[in-house]
Structures are given as C-alpha cells and as structure tokens.
C-alpha cells in the first residue's frame, strides 16, 4: 500500500458515519446571514475571516461512531476505531500528498497558517466562541482533511476565541487577533494605491488590513457600524494590481458569460453581482459586490456584508455600492 492509499483509507474510516445533524438546515441560514470578513490571505490566519457566503457544516457522528467534541466539517475526530488522518494501522506516520488538505484542527492558527501556505492553498478564515478548544486553535476546517484540492484552493479555518472585552475598552485601539500587514491606516479611506471618498453614513475603518490574500499586490479592508464585533465587516474593499488585477478582470469577464449586465459607476463599467463564496460565481442570496477596473493594472472590489445590505434593503444596499465605487480614485 503506497502513501497515497494509506491517506485515502485513513480518511475513509474517520469520515464513516458522519452526518448531518437535524438542526443543520437553520443553523446554516443563521451563520450565513452574518458574515465575517472575506479572506484568503495567509496573513489572515488570526482573523476571522470569509469575506463570504459558506459555513462550516456542524456535523454529528452516529452512535456506533466516536464524535469528537465540537466537530464541524472537517474536524479531525479521533476516538476508538477512528484513525488519525496521518496514521495508519501500523501507526506508521504518513505526509500529506501534494494536492491534499491536510489535517489542521488543533493546531495553532500561526502555525496553520504557515501550514496552508507552504502546501499552496490560500485561506480563509472564521472565528467561533468557544470553550471547547483552547482559544487561538483551529476547531474546524473545511474542505475535510484528506480531500483532494490543487494548488491555490480555498481552505476555510474555523478559529477558537473567547469572548471580546467591551467595545468601550478597545475603543481606538487595533485588534491584536485581526491582521495589521498595512499598518494604521487612519480612517482605513487609502490603500494599495487609491482612496475611497465615499462610504455610508455612520461606518468606520474597522482597524486592520490584508495584504496579498487575494493575490499578489492585492489589499484589502473595510469598515464597520459601531459595535460590531471585531472580525464582522459592513463593507469590505479589495484593490487589486498587476497580475492581482489581471485576476479580477477574468473574473469580471465570468460573470459577463453568467448574463451579467454592466452598470455605471462614477463614468466606469462595473459589475453589480451576487456572489459566490469563491467570488466567481453569481449567486441568487450570496454577497452582493461591485467590481469595476479603475485604472490600467489596477481592479476594485467592494462587498456589503448581508447583515448590512438587509438593514439598508435591497435597492438601498446596490445604491450605495455604486457611490462608494463612483467615489474611489487612484491616490495622488
């Protein structure tokens, strides 16, 4: 048996039995009415992060099988007769293949991170109180360990937390768990080269910053209705460059094959869509996002989390989109 089959088996074992648990339907439509912040940075493995529409399955194993406490899809359950995704029967020690997931749960978010980078996939993260792992772990993944992904695929880590201290004493202050790769921003208005000079009445930088999560040369951030808890966004911005912008343009060019008609914002050609969690895919209930090229070598992106884009409305929501888009502009 060769190290791949050993894998394939290990997985088959811990994977049998599991299945949904009858509240699966209402816990989903619950999480994926509040988003956390869209990531795939590798910078963001201490966020909690998204920017997007899916969520970590809970899943529950049948009485003949041992559960692991917490488990979510893709959760590393151990317990008699459930091998270890990196073990087999001889208790031998096998590497993950290239193109695999591998087991991450109840590791370390930083050493995840470093983790998912090295074997090339990009990430994505949510955060969960929780007092069933200690806190900074990973507590669930998704795709399962031993699924089959290639290079650059989204894996979506589920981060435990404890609860926050109150609003009031980390006013002002930047989110230690939340990544800093741009520094203080100020108002969060300028990154990755351009400015934002409109933004819905009552929202605030939300104090952190990605760099290079959606490709290289890529930046992002966003900005929140007070209160909200560190990791939730309102409105979230991806500024892409170079070869980052060559992305987002193939992708505006998919969601043109998808029927999607062009609006204008600010003079510009934009694309006014519902998306996906992967972001190249329209989807009736997902994220609406505007996406437009500003410049030569320069794409933008803006999200409006559904939490936000339900208080506003519909109508209201896609208004402010396209001000917020007709009021970005290249950084002098």
């Known amino acids: 048996m060769n190290v791949e089959e050993a ?9 049998a039995g599991v299945h949904a648990s009858p509240s699966l339907g209402q816990a989903v439509r619950r999480r994926s ?13 201490v966020l909690t992060a998204a920017v997007a529409v899916g969520v970590p399955v809970a899943l529950t194993a049948r009485p003949d099988t041992a559960p692991a406490a917490g488990s979510l899809a893709g959760t590393g359950a151990t317990g008699p007769g459930v091998p270890a995704a990196s073990a087999v029967s001889s208790g031998d020690t096998v590497a993950t293949p290239e193109g695999v997931v591998p087991d991450v749960v109840g590791k370390s978010a930083a050493e995840v991170n470093a983790l998912l980078k090295e074997a ?26 031993g699924t089959a992904a290639p290079a650059g695929a989204a894996v979506t880590i589920t981060i435990a937390t404890t609860a926050g201290p109150t609003p009031s004493a980390t006013e002002g202050a930047q989110d230690p768990q939340m990544p800093q790769d741009l ?7 300028t990154l990755g080269g351009v400015h934002v000079g409109y933004l819905p009445e009552g929202l605030e930088w939300g104090k952190w910053s990605g760099k290079d999560g959606f490709g290289k040369r890529s930046y992002t951030t966003g900005w929140v209705e007070p209160g909200l808890e560190p990791g939730m966004y309102s409105v979230q911005m991806i ?17 043109a ?9 600010g003079g510009r050609k934009a694309y006014l869509v519902s998306l996906s969690e992967g972001g190249d895919r329209i989807l009736d209930g997902g994220t609406r996002t505007i996406a437009w090229t500003l410049a030569p070598g320069v794409g933008v992106e803006v999200m409006i ?7 506003l409305g519909k109508a209201a929501a896609d208004r402010e989109l396209k001000k917020i888009a007709a009021g970005v502009t290249l950084d002098k």
Request: hydrophobic share 40%; aromatic share 6%; no cysteine.
């Open 7 to 15: 894998l394939r088996d290990a997985m088959a074992a811990q994977v």
């Open 33 to 45: 009415r509040r988003h956390v912040v869209r990531f795939r940075t590798a910078g963001a493995a």
């Open 120 to 145: 090339g996939y990009t990430v994505r993260v949510t955060k969960v109180v929780t007092d069933e792992a200690p806190a900074g772990t990973v507590f669930a993944q998704m795709p399962q360990p």
């Open 183 to 189: 520094g203080d921003l100020g108002d969060g208005r």
């Open 239 to 255: 500024v892409y460059r170079k070869d980052a912008a060559s992305v987002l343009a193939k992708r505006m060019q998919g969601y």
């Open 257 to 265: 094959a998808q029927g999607a008609e062009p609006v204008g914002a």
């Open 305 to 311: 989390s559904p939490d936000y884009a339900a208080k």
